[in-house]
């Protein structure tokens, strides 16, 4: 009997967007494999509720490991799966970071966009199986047109970026060459409570919580005049899922078509607690000072520098800003956000508040708690 339940393959299953496609495929009835890194430690966080016992039979949640680095491990695997698609999410994310690495940035997010190409071509599943890439927003760079749509020229402005603009072309030339259904989803910043917590959204929401419970006395941000299109990642992974589904292989646009700095994501952060930021200074003197409080928990900080700006974030390179036109995916595949800034900056503040009263209850009992805030 043909069984009609789809199997797809998922690199970088542990990282944010992985977690939240792993749920939505499952609800969707496929089988769900992931890549995962061997690490010292757990980093398998995201997808603990997901997690089943690999002694029970007929699991549809089942992890590899692998690295993007290891062409022989993700051809063995593919091999062995067979999956219907393939949903490429793994990568050395972090922009700054990129600049640190720039080789292995490359070799991960460029070169494995190929390994996997490659696999499917080598195994000759051209026809069987589908490949998603997650190229960004950081394509676009150096601004040379808003919004920036499917036609808006590439203009990378990091390691990070330069490896994903192979990535990008990389999976156009063998949807060309070879007649495979592969896609790029060209996705603009989105975020959610379990977004790393080294990007800036988490960190403000993160950094606020911990001020308003008094564990943290200020946070320390790098360029705050960056403009950025968040969404959140809950809207994003369902359009991953639709890029796969459709008529044709196509590379698409998803963004929410706002955009905002990240002095209005602090300021918006902090009202989420009944805190007004009255702003001061400029450049790296900025400073962030507690204006009113409304909230009596928290009027202890009325009259503190709470920002200050920390020339190391900035970046040797910035992306100053973006905004996405996503007309696209909304009228080729009906595809619409459920959250706008607002909804997403309270979802990411409920979720830090409960996650730091929890690190205030051990701080409390005289245990440690995490104090690392890069
Ligand atoms: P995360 O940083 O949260 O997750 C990245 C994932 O990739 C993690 O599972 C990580 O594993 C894994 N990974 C990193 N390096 C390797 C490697 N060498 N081999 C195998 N796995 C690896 O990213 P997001 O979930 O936010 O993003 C998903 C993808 O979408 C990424 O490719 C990102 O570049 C891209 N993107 C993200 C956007 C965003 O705003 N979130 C926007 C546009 C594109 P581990 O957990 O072990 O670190
Ligand atoms: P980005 O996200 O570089 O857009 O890449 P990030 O949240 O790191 O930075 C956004 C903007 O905020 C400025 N910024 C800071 N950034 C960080 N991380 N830390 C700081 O302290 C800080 N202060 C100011 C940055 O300079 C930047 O302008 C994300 C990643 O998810 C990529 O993988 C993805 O491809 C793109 O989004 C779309």
Redesign the pocket.
């Known amino acids: 009997m043909i069984s009609l339940q789809k199997t797809a393959f998922i ?8 977690a939240y496609l792993s749920e939505f495929l499952l609800k969707k009835g496929y089988i769900v494999h992931g ?3 061997r ?1 010292s430690s757990f ?1 398998t966080d995201r997808i603990d509720h997901l997690y089943q016992d690999p002694h029970v039979e007929n699991r549809n949640f089942i992890l590899h490991y ?4 290891d062409s022989t491990n993700l051809t063995r695997l593919i091999q062995e799966i067979k999956p219907d698609e393939i949903y ?7 922009v700054a970071v990129s600049f640190e690495t720039p080789e292995y940035t490359g070799n ?2 460029g070169l ?1 966009t190929l390994r996997l190409l490659e696999a499917i071509r080598f195994l000759g599943l051209e026809k069987k199986t589908r490949i998603y890439q ?5 394509l676009y760079g150096k601004v040379q047109e808003v919004p920036q749509s499917e036609t808006t020229p590439f203009y990378p402005r990091s390691p ?1 970026a330069v490896a ?1 603009m192979y990535a990008f072309w990389i999976t156009v030339n063998y949807r060309e060459a070879y007649g495979m259904y592969a896609c790029n989803g060209i ?5 959610s409570p379990i ?2 917590e080294t ?1 800036v959204t988490r960190k403000i929401t993160r950094a606020t919580s911990r001020i308003a419970l008094g564990l943290q006395d200020k946070l320390y941000l790098g360029n705050l005049d960056a403009k950025r299109d968040w969404g959140h ?1 809950k809207d994003y992974i369902r359009m991953m899922w639709m890029i796969l589904q459709a008529d044709e292989p196509e590379d698409w646009v998803i963004a929410t078509g706002t955009t905002t700095p990240v002095r209005e994501f602090v300021r918006m952060s902090f009202a989420e607690v009944g805190i007004e930021l009255e702003f001061i200074g400029e450049g790296v003197d900025e400073k962030g000072y507690v204006k009113t409080c409304n909230n009596p928990d928290y009027q202890v900080l009325i009259g503190k520098e709470v920002l200050a700006v920390d020339a190391k974030y900035f970046r040797p390179t910035e992306v100053d800003l973006l905004i996405g036109d996503p007309t696209k995916a909304k009228t080729k595949l009906g595809w619409e956000c459920q959250y706008d800034l607002a909804a997403l900056v309270k979802d990411m503040m409920q979720s830090d508040l409960t996650l730091m009263c929890k690190d205030q209850y051990l701080k409390e009992g005289g245990y440690a708690t995490l104090n690392y805030f890069e």
Do not use: I, P, W
């Not at 690199?11 to 992985?18: A, E, M, N, R, S």
């Not at 490429?88 to 972090?94: E, K, P």
């Open positions: 690199t970088g299953v542990t990282g944010q967007d992985g890549l995962k890194r690490t980093n692998g690295d993007m680095t490429n999410l793994a990568a050395m994310s972090h991960a997010d494995g997650a190229s960004t927003s950081e990070y994903k996705l603009f910043n989105h975020e977004r790393g990007f990642a």
